[in-house]
C-alpha cells in the first residue's frame, strides 16, 4: 500500500515560535501533496496543493506568508507554521497522490498543534 | 460548486446493531465516491470507494452503492463492533481527481 507519514504527530509550543511540520510518502513519489487543516468536530478543509518544485497553491482564504509549504523532492512536503498564535492551534493532516489521473490521496496520521 | 452532506451525529448504537450513515452530494460532472474513517487522535483511512452510478464499494462489512439518481452513497453496516467507534467521513473526488469535498463527519459510537 501506500504510506505517508508525518512529524511529529504532536507539538506543544510558545506563541511567536514557528513550528515546522514534515509529509512524507515511504513508499512512493508523491507529484501532488495536500495540506488540510481540521477543527474540532469540524471536516477538513484544505489549506493549499503542492507540487514537487513549484509554488504551493494556496485555497482562499490560507495566509501564504503564514503558512509555508516547501515540496523539496518527490517524498516530502513541509508546512512551517510562522509565528505561530492560540488560534492555529489544531490538527493538520497531509495527503499524497502518486500519479495523474484518477488516483485517490494517502493521507498521513495528522499533527496536533498546541499554541500557548 | 461541490458539496457533500452527512447525517449530523453522534450516533450511538449497540454492539450488532444495523448501522446506516447517510450522505448525499452536488455535484458537476461524474465525482468518485469514497468513504473515510478516523479513529480518534489518528488520520484518515480510505474504508472503500464506488467510482461510477451502480457501484458498490465494501469493506471490513462496511458497504455503500453509488446512487446517481438520488445522488446518494449511504454507508451501511449489518452488524457494528465497538471497534467500529469513530468518525465516518463522506467525500467526493471532482476535477480528474484534483479537488476531494468531505462532508462534516458522523461520529459512530458502538456500545457493548
Known amino acids: 500500500g501506500a504510506v505517508v507519514s508525518q512529524h511529529p504527530s504532536r507539538v506543544i509550543c510558545k506563541s511567536g515560535t514557528s513550528v515546522k511540520i514534515e509529509c512524507r510518502s515511504l513508499d512512493f513519489q508523491a507529484t501532488t501533496m495536500f495540506w488540510y487543516r481540521q477543527f474540532p468536530k469540524q471536516s477538513l478543509m484544505l489549506m493549499a496543493t503542492?507540487?514537487?518544485?513549484?509554488?504551493?497553491?494556496?485555497e482562499q482564504g490560507v495566509e501564504k506568508d503564514k503558512f509555508l509549504i516547501n515540496h523539496a523532492s518527490l517524498t516530502l512536503s513541509t508546512l512551517t507554521v510562522t509565528s505561530a498564535h492560540p488560534e492555529d492551534s489544531s490538527f493538520y493532516i497531509c495527503?499524497?497522490?502518486?500519479?495523474?489521473?484518477?488516483?485517490?490521496?494517502?493521507f498521513g496520521p495528522g499533527t496536533r498543534l498546541l499554541v500557548l | 460548486g461541490d458539496s457533500v452532506t452527512q447525517m449530523e451525529g453522534p450516533v450511538t448504537l449497540s454492539e450488532e446493531a444495523f448501522l446506516t450513515i447517510n450522505c448525499t452530494y452536488t455535484a458537476t460532472g461524474y465525482p468518485s465516491l469514497f468513504w473515510y474513517v478516523q479513529y480518534p487522535g489518528e488520520g484518515l483511512q480510505l474504508l472503500l470507494k464506488a467510482t461510477k452510478a451502480d457501484d458498490k464499494g465494501s469493506n471490513k462489512g462496511f458497504e455503500a452503492t453509488y446512487r446517481k439518481e438520488t445522488t446518494s452513497f449511504h454507508l451501511e453496516k449489518g452488524s457494528v463492533q465497538v471497534s467500529d467507534s469513530a468518525v465516518y467521513f463522506c467525500a467526493l473526488y471532482s476535477g480528474g481527481y484534483q479537488k476531494v469535498t468531505f462532508g462534516t463527519g458522523t461520529k459512530l459510537q458502538v456500545i457493548p
Open positions: 495527503s499524497a497522490r502518486r500519479r495523474e489521473g484518477r488516483e485517490t490521496q494517502y
Open positions: 503542492s507540487n514537487e518544485g513549484s509554488k504551493a497553491t494556496y
